[in-house]
């Protein structure tokens, strides 16, 4: 070979490498281990296998933290019950105590977009671990506020960084399950919000008895909480890995299988690369708005509930720790709702009628406390009519589920769920300012507005269906104008009857799932199928 040949066979090879880099730089990480493998047909039996393996690590580490941070969120309202109003010196004619539950949301609002863009760039392992660490010990410095200022000031830190925690909970059940497998996952985590009222009440009932003449008993409460964070931390730094294709407890194959069972979610797993014109789809994409007033509106009545349910039992005439005990079958109920939502979703392979059904009991209960009267022979309705509203945090996970399994490309995903999430803290921060210790008993103008907005979530919802077949039917016309199949048998919803077996083969062979793992987002990728 002569110089000049040898010259511009390097710069050819130079461009190639800058090429192919650059594509994989766009890409997905997964694309980059499937890179030098074929693509591989994963058996039921494997997928199993993997599947009880991911289980195994990932959602111990998800229930612990979140049962964490859902008790250390309600320590508010229980240390209302042992005196947090008059020991802290409010003043129960203003709005300092609904401040106090607001504060949490504005902060989770203000980091919202720092928390998408860390989400992207960051292992979300250590980021995690970090990120609990860190409200763990501001929890334990709030056993210093004796006032509203000190009160305030270590509420909003706890706010900031827990902000990131559900977002990342989001993004890990998307990086390791199937479509079909997500929603079942997302409600195991959020239904930790029932364990709490259940075990978080027995907890604090056992502390509120613990007599301190240096502490208050609010305090005791946060010092407490605040320790079992750290120490939870610690395991979450350890044991979370940052991927699939990282994982420490799967071997080579079973990194492949891991991935490979993820195509057809048409979703990626992590690029760590942050995309612009990701975040400006995500913002233009009319799916994001209509989940976005969906979980503000659920959020309102939330964040209201939260700050102010066990002052709502005390109203219908109980005592300290009889309220404490009375909110343990509210929590029961969340449970129900949120498992047996979630359940009933996967079966049906639905979202939109479950979470039709789940905002019925609510609205059913707010009309009981409504209207019945506050004397001693209603407590019983009173309670029937409270336990009914507690159905509302089963529409949560379903709507978070609902836009991951129809949001594609990582920084959309990841942008459109910090949109949600600032829809959800909006809604949070909005709540307690729709009640006021002074309008006990009845709390008519948080009821009435509250009614308002399990209405509307039902009109949202019916909205949302109607553009996603509209988007469905977009997508096959443009596969069946590329020669592809315009009908696609989404098994990432469950697995396929052996019928269907030779149908799924030929449209894999067509070409569908190709862009899988290429890091585009739903509407540029003809084969995704939106579910409602």
């Not at 083969?505 to 190709?514: F, K, Y």
């Given at each position: 070979m002569s110089k000049p040949e040898m010259i511009d066979a390097l710069a050819d090879f130079g461009k190639a490498h800058i090429e192919t880099s650059e594509s994989?730089?766009?890409?997905?990480?997964?694309?980059e281990l499937l890179a030098s493998n074929d693509r591989i047909v994963v058996t039921s039996a494997e997928n199993k296998r993997v599947l009880r393996k991911i289980d195994l690590i990932i959602l111990p580490i998800l229930l612990s933290v979140y049962f964490l941070q859902s008790l250390d969120k309600t320590t508010l309202s229980y240390a209302s019950v042992f005196g947090l109003i008059d020991d802290a010196k409010l003043d129960p004619n203003s709005q300092q105590y609904s401040w106090l539950g607001s504060i949490v949301y504005i902060a989770?609002?203000?980091m919202q977009p720092l928390v998408a863009v860390l989400l992207v760039k960051l292992r979300i392992g250590k980021f995690m671990g970090v990120m609990v660490f860190t409200w763990g010990c501001i929890l334990c410095g709030m056993a210093g506020a004796k006032n509203f200022g000190g009160l305030m000031a270590t509420r909003f830190l706890l706010g900031a960084f827990e902000s990131a925690v559900a977002p990342a909970f989001i993004a890990v059940v998307q990086m390791w399950y199937k479509r079909g497998e997500q929603t079942n996952r997302n409600a195991a985590w959020?239904?930790?919000l029932g364990i709490v009222n259940i075990l978080g009440s027995l907890l604090v009932y056992g502390l509120g008895h613990i007599h301190s003449d240096r502490l208050y008993s609010y305090q005791i409460i946060f010092l407490f909480c605040g320790l079992a964070t750290v120490i939870v931390s610690v395991f979450v730094w350890i044991y979370m890995p940052d991927s699939p294709m990282e994982a420490k407890f799967l071997n080579d194959h079973e990194k492949l299988i891991a991935v490979e069972r993820l195509r057809m979610n048409q979703m990626g797993v992590a690029s760590r690369v942050w995309k612009w014109d990701h975040v400006l789809e995500a913002f233009i994409d009319p799916k994001t708005w209509l989940w976005f007033f969906m979980l503000t509106a659920v959020s309102i009545p939330s964040g209201g509930i939260t700050t102010f349910g066990p002052l709502i039992i005390q109203s219908f005439g109980f005592g300290q720790f009889a309220t404490i005990l009375f909110n343990m079958p509210f929590g029961a109920v969340q449970?129900?709702?949120?498992?047996?939502g979630a359940w009933l979703a996967t079966w049906l392979k639905k979202k939109s009628p479950v979470l039709i059904l789940l905002c019925i009991p609510p609205i059913i209960g707010i009309i009981i406390l409504m209207v019945v009267g506050r004397g001693p022979?209603?407590?019983?309705?009173?309670?029937?009519?409270?336990?009914?509203t507690s159905f509302y945090p089963g529409i949560s996970p379903l709507i978070y589920s609902w836009s991951g399994q129809n949001t594609g490309g990582d920084t959309k995903r990841k942008v459109t769920t910090s949109i949600l999430f600032i829809g959800a803290s909006a809604g949070n921060i909005i709540g307690p300012h729709l009640f006021k210790p002074s309008e006990k008993p009845h709390y008519y103008r948080g009821l009435r507005a509250n009614l308002a907005l399990f209405v509307a979530i039902i009109v949202l919802v019916v909205l949302a269906v109607l553009w996603i077949k509209i988007l469905n039917r977009k997508h096959a016309a443009t596969r069946e104008s590329m020669g592809k199949s315009a009908i696609v048998i989404d098994t990432s919803m469950g697995s396929c009857s052996e019928a269907d077996a030779e149908e799924v083969?030929?449209?894999?062979?067509?070409?569908?799932?190709?862009k899988a793992f290429d890091d585009v987002t739903d509407i540029k990728n003809e084969d995704f199928v939106y579910i409602y």
């Open positions: 994989i730089h766009g890409r997905d990480k997964a694309a989770q609002l203000v959020y239904a930790m449970i129900i709702a949120t498992i047996g022979s209603n407590r019983g309705v009173l309670l029937f009519g409270y336990y009914l083969e030929n449209v894999q062979a067509s070409g569908v799932g190709d």
